[in-house]
């Protein structure tokens, strides 16, 4: 059953994680998220790209224009002005694709002027057309086309959620290789060859080694953009490219050698895209379309483009997933949540170390990974475990039922059975098959009014626990449940080596606690057949006791059940106190409300026998009973509801005065004559000690 559940879980999680893999919106969060904590880090180099903005200021200075066009002629005085500032390339973000409306005069001093340039670059645009399964290129009109040093294409790809992430430099059209305009722009300015596809992407091979520019691609072709570490790109508007000569020194200076773009940046061609996303406020970032194109340059020239280092789907990465599924699958919760947070803070380390080096590892992508890989092994066994509890308790209603009649049919019988009490042979054939099977190798060890104690071996956490499960006869009587869930939670929220460790709780089908094994003996059982202890011993382990009862104090509870048979004596003479089913927690609602008086009538305090309000000194008072037993091998005398005074007792064997003063204090009758808690207690324990 436990290699079933875990091959399916282990199954749903490989195929879980093998589809989110390599999906867009993984990497897209991890690279958002570092560009977010890098953009206000600008290279301080100064940029080879110049944009020169064409605005609704600057459109509305020319009379001659219709809603999207302008003079034609403005465009050629640009050019001629830009090569005499000694630009090395000037692309136009604007498509020409149609002639200017009635003035074919403007269209052909435009030719003229890109012809005598010869390095404008025009743009050509891919669309799509509808129910079509090839696109279209629009192309600027042949006079143009004809004229210009090279074209290409201006299209900008975007991911689902409408943020530009990525650049296609290279596509096919129609059976031909096109490059995106921004790739044109540097074989011109540069004079390189054409982009030799490699491997891992596009190399433009220059005259000089070292001119060769490597652009990393993915397998889709798209290059990651790096949108920060970009030096501040200069704007011009193109009204002063036509102003008077006196300001042709500083263009001079400013323009020489560099790649000129000329785009709209007017919002009423609401050509605006998003670069960058908050997740968690949808806050975006918008800029206008050649903005992006100068980006696109800067990336190739300054070699900024982020190279995808996440490892590609395949065999090696199947085989990983399988084996980091099957170590959450058999690793207990905490560890395997553990381990999953410590791969996880690795891999954004890493990809931090790598950002820098312009390499993005797809951090948030691993670590949704790995939370899939451990939670659906966790989420199957949980299923599975509460169709089991279901079908469990369903059983269990039923035997209930059977085992009642058994009782019912022998106490009938006068075979000596009481009623509400399970048989021995019930007890290990009938309770254990309700136990979780992580426990393994249960032996009975005793059992009481209540329920059932075993031995067993934890698998998940390999230990040795005591299970204490409560008797399904009373499992439908709610007090008999909340009192015993109460020890073990309150256990639980303990931790004292003089406590026992609770490791598991669970209310259905059966309610039981399992907690670690203590392997010692019940002080009881030292104080057979009236046996008495050393004094030095009896004192010692009194002493042990208080000092975990301080402890309890401390944490703002009562035990009240304090007797031989809740302390269990180690091999060392350390102790441990066991049995918190009668804890009292001013943060727990009281279970005894109905006046009914609970715990131990040889040992119990006289405000706990009348049904008072107990406290720390309660205990106190119990625990002195128990030091009397230890050290004469009974307890006083009890008259009511309160003990006799144990001073006869214990002169009678030869107890020291020290320490008989100390226990007639502890069984007095008013709370405020005794130690008031365990520490105090403790205390007094030494104080006599060092009296004798």
């Not at 149609?98 to 003035?103: D, G, I, N, R």
């Not at 075979?415 to 009938?430: C, E, N, V």
């Not at 008989?660 to 204090?665: A, G, P, R, T, Y």
Request: with cysteine; proline share 5%.
């Amino acid at each position: 059953m436990l290699f079933r559940h875990t091959f399916w879980g282990v199954l749903l999680g490989v195929c879980l994680s093998w589809q989110l893999w390599g999906r867009w919106m993984p990497l897209a969060i991890t690279r958002d998220l570092f560009l977010w904590g890098t953009m206000g880090q600008s290279s301080a180099r100064e940029s080879d790209v110049v944009f020169v903005t064409v605005g609704d200021e600057d459109l509305s200075r020319f009379a001659a224009r219709e809603a999207l066009f302008v003079d034609r002629r403005v465009y050629a005085r640009v050019i001629d002005r830009l090569v005499t500032h000694g630009v090395s390339a000037i692309v136009f973000d604007l498509l020409f694709d149609h002639p200017t409306p009635l003035e074919a005069s403007a269209d052909q001093v435009l030719a003229q002027s890109i012809e005598r340039s010869r390095r404008v670059v025009l743009a050509r645009c891919l669309v799509k057309n509808p129910g079509a399964s090839v696109s279209s290129l629009l192309e600027p009109i042949p006079l143009f086309a004809s004229k210009a040093a090279s074209m290409g294409y201006v299209n900008v790809n975007a991911d689902p959620d409408g943020i530009i992430r990525t650049v296609k430099l290279s596509a096919s059209h129609r059976g031909k290789l096109i490059h995106h305009i921004a790739l044109e722009a540097i074989i011109q300015a540069r004079k390189t060859n054409p982009p030799r596809v490699v491997e891992e992407g596009l190399v433009l091979e220059g005259s000089r080694s070292e001119e060769s520019l490597f652009i990393p691609t993915g397998s889709d072709g798209r290059s990651i953009v790096n949108f920060s570490s970009i030096p501040d790109i200069p704007r011009v508007p193109i009204r002063e490219l036509l102003e008077p000569k006196d300001r042709a020194g500083f263009h001079r200076a400013l323009f020489s050698g560099k790649i000129v773009i000329i785009g709209s940046v007017s919002p009423l061609l609401k050509d605006r895209h998003a670069y960058l996303k908050n997740w968690l406020t949808e806050e975006k970032r918008l800029e206008d379309g050649a903005w992006f194109i100068t980006v696109f340059l800067e990336n190739i020239l300054s070699r900024a483009f982020l190279k995808n280092i996440t490892p590609s789907p395949g065999f090696g990465l199947a085989l990983g997933f399988v084996l980091l599924a099957l170590v959450f699958a058999h690793r207990p919760t905490l560890q395997g949540a553990g381990i999953v947070v410590g791969l996880s803070i690795l891999s954004w380390l890493a990809a931090v170390v790598l950002y820098d080096q312009r390499m993005i590892l797809d951090a948030f992508g691993i670590t949704l990974s790995l939370g899939v890989l451990y939670t659906c092994p966790a989420v199957v066994r949980l299923t599975a475990e509460k169709v089991r509890l279901a079908r469990l308790t369903k059983e269990l209603s039923h035997e209930i039922v059977q085992v009642r009649r058994e009782l019912e049919r022998a106490s009938e019988g006068d075979k000596g059975q009481k009623l509400g009490q399970i048989p021995d042979y019930l007890d290990r054939t009938f309770v254990t098959r309700f136990l979780p099977s992580r426990y393994q190798d249960l032996t009975h060890l005793g059992q009481g009014g209540m329920g059932v104690v075993f031995k067993g071996y934890d698998q998940e956490l390999k230990i040795c626990v005591a299970i204490k499960v409560l008797s399904p006869l009373i499992q439908d009587n709610p007090n008999s449940v909340k009192r015993f869930l109460l020890e073990g939670r309150t256990l639980k929220r303990l931790t004292h080596p003089g406590l026992p460790k609770v490791v598991d709780i669970q209310q259905s089908p059966l309610s039981f606690f399992a907690m670690e094994y203590v392997d010692g003996i019940p002080l009881d059982m030292l104080l057979s057949d009236r046996a008495v202890l050393s004094l030095a011993r009896a004192l010692e382990i009194s002493r042990r006791v208080a000092l975990v009862l301080g402890y309890v104090h401390e944490k703002g509870m009562i035990h009240r059940d304090i007797k031989p048979s809740n302390i269990m004596v180690l091999a060392d003479d350390t102790v441990k106190l066991l049995d918190f089913g009668l804890v009292h927690d001013d943060d727990v609602t009281a279970i005894t409300q109905s006046g009914d008086v609970l715990g131990t009538l040889k040992y119990m305090p006289p405000e706990q026998f009348a049904g008072s309000k107990c406290t720390a000194a309660s205990d106190v008072y119990s625990l002195g009973v128990v030091i009397c037993q230890l050290l004469t091998g009974d307890v006083p005398a009890r008259q009511g509801y309160l003990h006799e005074s144990p001073v006869e007792l214990l002169r009678a064997h030869s107890v020291p005065p020290s320490v008989i003063e100390l226990l007639d204090k502890c069984l007095s009758l008013y709370p405020d004559w005794r130690p008031k808690d365990g520490i105090s207690l403790a205390a007094a324990i030494d104080e006599a000690k060092t009296r004798l």
